[in-house]
């Protein structure tokens, strides 16, 4: 059962930009997750924001949560060609060891 | 670091062949999973594991069954291939202490 749902589906920008990508869910979360997955590979985990957060940061990368309107967002700053990826939110709801996943966000950074 | 190794990166196989796909973590950890991966679709879980011999069905277990004799490897097993299941396939393992899972490089299946 897919929970969350990213948007956009493919994001293209020029090296250097900022990228923002979202993600909504629909039921009460313990915590987000981001993943990325580069072309042909498994996910990386990014960051975790518990749902009694409203903002957390990792290097370039800047989370925000919003649980009234069931959202977050990932911004990546002065993005690379390596970050060219795709994104994913999966979501902690119950205690069943279950992720609940996005479909993704395609992102291109072009040089 | 955490290493998650599935046994294969790519694999051709014939409708009704019989398919095993492996998965190792080096970890401990407690949690495995196995997802499938089709574009547009983002992760289904297939099944899990939360200890050795324990499985739980996860959204799409048809056609598909699981093994986990030893804590650290857990296999899927395609009992007769069809062509729906052309995917790619990633293995997972979580520890007890945080949600986060860790995945392997996948392996992209072809049943033809």
């Known amino acids: 059962s897919q929970q969350g749902e990213e948007d956009p589906q493919a994001l293209s920008i020029q090296e250097g930009e900022n990228a923002t990508m979202n993600c909504s869910y629909k039921?009460?979360?313990?915590?987000l997750q981001w993943y990325r997955q580069n072309s042909g590979r498994g996910l990386v985990h990014l960051i975790l924001i518990r749902s009694n957060e409203r903002e957390k940061h990792s290097g370039r990368l800047r989370v925000t949560l919003d649980t009234s309107k069931k959202s977050s967002s990932l911004l990546i700053t002065a993005s690379r060609a390596a970050d060219t990826a795709s994104y994913f939110c999966a979501t902690d709801a119950s205690s069943n060891y279950q992720l609940i996943w996005g479909a993704g966000t395609k992102l291109i950074i072009k040089p | 670091d955490v290493k998650v190794t599935q046994s294969s990166r790519y694999l051709v196989k014939r409708t009704g062949e019989k398919v095993f796909l492996e998965c190792v973590q080096d970890?401990?950890?407690?949690?495995m999973f196995w997802y499938r991966q089709d574009p547009g679709l983002g992760l289904r879980l297939i099944y899990f594991?939360?200890?050795?011999?324990?499985?739980e069905k996860g959204d799409i277990p048809e056609g598909y069954s699981v093994s986990r004799e030893k804590k650290e490897r857990f296999s899927l097993i395609l009992e007769s291939a069809s062509t729906n299941q052309t995917s790619m396939y990633l293995c997972a393992s979580r520890g007890i202490a945080k949600n986060i899972q860790y995945f392997g490089a996948g392996t992209r299946l072809s049943v033809l």
């Open positions: 970890m401990d950890h407690e949690n």
């Open positions: 594991s939360y200890d050795v011999k324990m499985k």
């Open positions: 039921t009460s979360i313990n915590n």
